[in-house]
């Protein structure tokens, strides 16, 4: 059986980046039948250097957001197979020989793959977001999940089209992708995880920029939680048995451990009192222990010592996170619903 991929790639000032990211695109072993490049209102270049490529040129007519993005660009796919890829990754040259094979078997519906541990901005804000995001999924049995995240992911078109595609009214990039494999699982589903094919994150964060992505996706995970209650706050988010997500339930317990740190934080500030830092100590050390695991691999992995950096990094992360949750619920609670 011959199978033909088109790749899709909503783009948003991507200028920095999407010639990379094209560049190994055309250097597959394997062509893909078209790549498609939604351009999603961007104020730079990013669209005059894609032009240069050959893609097929698309443009939502402003700021509509990814899902509407990648929807629009599935829609003038011609290929058995979407392959969506973010625009500020690099792929190896076999990438579509690869996931090309997987869909031979007609029972996949899709296939997914992983960061590098490795990404080549240097600081560590960003060598943490990049290797958290690795070990999330790297940390998952191989073969079938429930995980479907676009920086590089592969679905049958037709099967796509039949779920309805990605949930528009998410407007921003947070979990328009996850809630999308979470149905394809619902729906039958089967999402292979190959962990050998991995992707080159070229994203560099600031720490506030990292702040407040972090503050986005805490605070759309919590409503898409609270909209599905029993399939996804449940089963996916808190996971009390794994479900094939990269959300672990030591992540969530983690955050819960670190919210609950914070009152006595506070309360020692005010009271002028060291007392209420020893059970914060405490808090902070489990909260720790419970990634264990993503802090002794980071230093095998990156070559170097950075579980103490990371460390400190990981717990603002889940006091980040746990402020996001809650201010997720908050905004659930007043009608808010995406």
Same mark, same amino acid.
């Given at each position: 059986m011959s199978l033909s991929i088109s790749v899709v790639i909503p783009a948003w000032n991507a200028g920095s980046t999407i010639h990379s990211c094209l560049?190994?695109?055309h250097r597959q072993t394997l062509n893909p039948l078209e790549v498609i490049l939604v351009d999603d209102g961007s104020s730079?270049?990013?669209?005059?250097?894609?032009?240069?490529?050959?893609?097929?040129?698309?443009?939502?007519?402003?700021?509509?957001?990814p899902a509407t993005a990648r929807n629009m660009g599935a829609s003038a796919a011609a290929g058995d197979v979407i392959l969506f890829l973010d625009s500020d990754v690099i792929v190896s040259v076999d990438l579509i020989e690869k996931v090309t094979a997987y869909f031979e078997d007609e029972s996949v519906w899709a296939v997914q793959t992983l960061y590098t541990p490795i990404c080549p901005a240097e600081d560590q804000v960003s060598q943490y977001q990049n290797y958290y995001y690795y070990y999330s999924l790297n940390r998952m049995p191989e073969g079938s999940t429930a995980t479907f995240a676009t920086w590089c992911s592969a679905v049958r078109r037709h099967r796509f089209n039949e779920i309805g595609g990605?949930?528009?009214?998410?407007?921003?990039?947070t979990v328009e992708d996850e809630e999308l494999?979470?149905?394809?699982?619902?729906?039958?589903?089967?999402?292979? !995880?190959d962990k050998t094919i991995q992707v080159t994150h070229? =994203?560099?964060?600031?720490?506030?920029? #990292?702040?407040? +992505?972090?503050l986005r996706m805490a605070r759309a995970q919590a409503k898409s939680g609270w909209r599905q209650v029993k399939k996804r706050l449940l089963a996916r988010y808190i996971n009390v048995h794994e479900s094939g997500t990269h959300h672990s339930r030591?992540?969530?317990?983690?955050?819960?451990?670190v919210l609950m740190a914070q009152p006595c934080i506070l309360l020692s500030l005010f009271?002028?009192?060291?007392?209420? !830092?020893?059970?914060?100590?405490?808090?902070?050390?489990? =909260?720790?222990?419970?990634?264990?695991? #993503?802090?002794? +691999?980071?230093?095998?992995d990156l070559k170097r010592n950075a579980?103490?950096?990371?460390?400190?990094?990981?717990?603002y992360d889940m006091a980040v996170l746990g402020w996001g949750i809650v201010q997720g619920s908050v905004q659930y609670m007043f009608g808010e619903k995406y």
């Open positions: 560049d190994s695109i730079d270049d990013t669209a005059d250097k894609a032009d240069k490529y050959g893609v097929v040129l698309l443009g939502t007519g402003g700021r509509k957001g990605f949930n528009v009214r998410i407007p921003e990039p494999g979470y149905t394809i699982v619902e729906n039958g589903g089967i999402i292979i !995880l070229l =994203a560099s964060y600031t720490l506030a920029q #990292f702040t407040n +992505r972090r030591w992540v969530v317990l983690s955050i819960l451990l009271s002028l009192s060291l007392a209420p !830092l020893i059970p914060a100590a405490f808090l902070l050390v489990s =909260a720790l222990a419970c990634h264990f695991g #993503f802090l002794t +691999r980071c230093n095998r579980a103490a950096t990371f460390a400190v990094l990981c717990l």
